[in-house]
């Protein structure tokens, strides 16, 4: 799996990352809370990451339907 990568200019999420292999987003909170949401193709990372993206905003209109839950890491 790859390190957590720094999120710079969001309001509630401070660092990410994506495992390939098992297709999962991981986020980390402001509040040093982890999440993850899995069904995440390649293709969904991307589009999560993708520059002028809310990553907030996108939390709230997709991932949050996929399955997911806390991530004690």
Not at 12 to 37: C, H, M, Q, S
Request: glycine letters at 8%.
């Amino acid at each position: 799996m790859t390190d957590w990568i720094p999120v710079y200019g969001s309001t509630r999420i401070v660092a990410e990352k994506y495992d390939p292999e098992t297709e999962t987003i991981y986020v980390r909170f402001l509040n040093g809370v982890e999440w993850w949401y899995s069904a995440c193709p390649p293709s969904v990372w991307d589009a999560f990451v993708a520059p002028g993206q809310s990553r907030g905003q996108y939390i709230h209109q997709v991932l949050n339907y996929k399955p997911n839950g806390r991530y004690a890491g």
